[in-house]
């Protein structure tokens, strides 16, 4: 990751109830729902892009296995069906879009707080980042994400 410098804070019950945001994640505490605290962090558009990346290239950066192509095959694989006409269901970490009888991967996205997502399609040999300012206040919603997508994919030039 080029931008991530580990820089975090702790939030909830041991410290308060705020932290920096200019820090790269924080630890936040709900001893009602966990007894081990949460790790939630920010990832810039270009890690996201980069952590695309190394999975569309089954975990392999610069000839060299980072991540175990098995483990990239069983993380994008599709465990639960949550829409069986579109073939979306859960991954690993994942939501995937199963493949049909013409593509040759599953691809695959993480969405993050605010509608932020990263997108993986290794059919169309296509990555997308999308990420919404969620420190401060902001209109976008759902309906603009999808429109977003929609426009995105209308995009693709025929082959």
């Known amino acids: ?26 630890y936040k505490y709900e001893k009602t729902l966990s007894k081990y605290p949460a ?36 993380s994008t694989k ?12 859960r991954g690993m970490l994942w939501t995937v879009i199963a493949h049909n009888d013409d593509t040759i991967r599953n691809s695959f996205f993480h969405t993050g707080a605010g509608m932020n997502c990263l997108g993986v399609y290794p059919n169309k040999d296509m990555l997308f980042v999308h990420r919404v300012d969620t420190e401060n206040q902001n209109n976008y919603n759902e309906g603009d994400f999808f429109k977003m997508l929609d426009l995105l994919f209308d995009s693709e030039i025929e082959k």
């Open 39 to 74: 790790y939630h962090f920010r990832m810039s558009a270009r890690d996201l892009i980069l952590y695309g990346q190394l999975y569309m290239n089954y975990g392999s950066w610069d000839g060299n296995q980072i991540v175990p192509k098995e483990w990239i095959d069983v």
């Open 78 to 89: 599709p465990y639960s069906m949550i829409n069986p006409e579109i073939g979306l269901s």
């Open 1 to 26: 990751m080029k931008d991530y410098k580990g820089r975090y804070y702790t939030v909830g019950e041991k410290s308060g109830d705020s932290y920096l945001s200019d820090g790269d994640g924080y």
